[in-house]
C-alpha cells in the first residue's frame, strides 16, 4: 500500500490445540544477510476471527520480514514468517478515499463520532490516513493524529446541535489527496448520550410502545361498534324478499286484512269481530256457488274431480249431499 506500508493476509493455523484467541505480527528490515531489529505490530490482533491486518511505517524501496504468530491463552504458537519488498518512493499523489461517519457514545455532552475509510486499493491507496474536521460555519480545519495500522480514527469533543464537515486525507510520501467532504449533524448524537445518562430514548420506551398498541386496540373497537349499529338500522331480508315479489307494505305498518276495508271505503279502522272474519263477502259468496253449481263442465267441483269428490265419492248420496251442505 503506497511506498511505505504493506497488506498483509493469511489463513488461519491448521491445528489451534485450544481457542485460538488472536494474533501477534513482527517484522525486521533485510540489510543484504543481516536482519534489523525485530519490532512488533502495534496494536496486536485481539480477534481469532481477522485474517488481514496493515502494517505501515516502513522505509521505501526497501526489504522486510514479516513474522505472524497464532496465539491461545497458553501464549504464541509457531512462527511463519515471509519477506516482503515495499514499493519506491511515490511520484505521484493516491486515490481518493471513501469513508462513512457513525455515532459512539460519549457519556458527557460533548459528540463522539467514528471516522472509517477504505481505501482504493486498485489504484495507488496511500500508505497511511488521517481526518479532517470543521464546524460548517468556520473555516480552519482540524487535524486528527495520522493513524498507520488502523482504517478508522475516533473524533471527540465535538459540540452538540451543530454541522460538522468531514473529509479523509491519504497520503504517500510527500502527496496527499483529501476525499469528498460530508457534513453531519451532531443533534442526532445527543439521543444516545441522553440514554448513557439515564434519559429515555421516546421512540424505544415501553410506555411509547404500549400507548401506541392502546390506541389501535380503541380504533378496532370502534369500528366494530359502528358497522354493528349500521347492521341494525338496515331491513330484513324477509323484508326485501317480500318487496320484490311485490308485497308492498303499507305506510301504517298493519296486515292487510285489517286495512283493506278501511282503504275501500275511506271509513275508520275497526277490529272486526269472531263472527264477522267467519263470512265471507256475499258478492264472493254467490259468484263462487254460481260458477261452480250449474252443469258438469265446471272443472276442479264435480265428484271425481275436486276436493269434495275425492274424499266422498264412495259414500251413498245422503251422506254425500250431508257431506256438501256441511262444508
Not at 64 to 85: K, L, Q, S
Request: proline share 5%; net charge negative.
Amino acid at each position: 500500500m503506497g511506498s511505505s506500508a504493506l497488506l498483509l493476509e493469511w489463513q488461519r493455523p491448521q491445528e489451534i490445540n485450544g481457542i485460538l484467541t488472536g494474533y501477534r505480527i513482527y517484522y525486521a528490515k533485510v540489510d543484504k544477510s543481516e536482519l534489523g531489529p525485530l519490532l512488533e505490530r502495534e496494536p496486536g490482533i485481539r480477534s481469532n476471527r481477522t485474517t488481514k491486518a496493515k502494517l505501515a511505517g516502513l522505509q521505501p524501496h526497501s526489504k522486510y520480514r514479516v513474522t505472524i504468530r497464532a496465539t491461545t491463552a497458553a501464549g504464541e504458537g509457531m512462527p511463519f514468517y515471509t519477506d516482503c519488498d515495499s514499493n519506491p518512493q511515490a511520484t505521484e499523489p493516491p486515490s481518493m478515499p471513501r469513508f462513512k461517519v457513525t455515532h459512539l457514545n460519549s457519556g458527557n455532552e460533548y459528540v463522539r463520532k467514528k471516522v472509517t475509510w477504505q481505501p482504493q486499493v486498485d489504484g495507488n491507496p496511500g500508505s497511511h490516513f488521517y481526518v479532517q474536521y470543521r464546524k460548517k460555519t468556520e473555516t480552519q480545519w482540524y487535524m486528527s493524529d495520522q493513524q498507520l495500522n488502523e482504517n478508522y480514527v475516533v473524533v471527540q469533543g465535538l459540540e452538540q446541535d451543530d454541522v460538522y464537515q468531514f473529509r479523509v486525507v491519504a497520503v504517500d510520501g510527500e502527496y496527499e489527496t483529501p476525499s469528498l467532504t460530508q457534513d453531519v449533524y451532531m443533534g442526532a448524537a445527543a439521543m444516545p448520550a441522553a440514554a448513557d445518562r439515564g434519559g429515555v430514548v421516546v421512540h424505544s420506551s415501553g410506555w411509547f410502545i404500549g400507548m401506541l398498541l392502546a390506541l389501535l386496540f380503541l380504533f378496532a373497537v370502534c369500528v366494530v361498534v359502528c358497522l354493528v349499529k349500521r347492521n341494525r338500522g338496515g331491513k330484513y331480508a324477509v323484508q326485501e324478499q317480500e318487496t320484490a315479489h311485490g308485497r308492498h307494505e303499507y305506510e301504517d305498518g298493519g296486515f292487510m286484512e285489517y286495512t283493506h276495508q278501511d282503504r275501500l271505503g275511506g271509513g275508520e279502522k275497526r277490529k272486526p269481530s269472531i263472527s264477522s272474519e267467519m263470512r265471507m263477502p256475499a258478492e264472493s259468496d254467490t259468484e263462487s256457488i254460481a260458477d261452480y253449481a250449474d252443469g258438469n263442465d265446471a272443472a276442479g267441483m264435480d265428484e271425481d274431480g275436486s276436493f269434495i269428490g275425492k274424499y266422498a265419492k264412495n259414500r251413498n248420496p245422503e251422506q254425500s249431499s250431508a257431506f256438501a251442505t256441511l262444508v
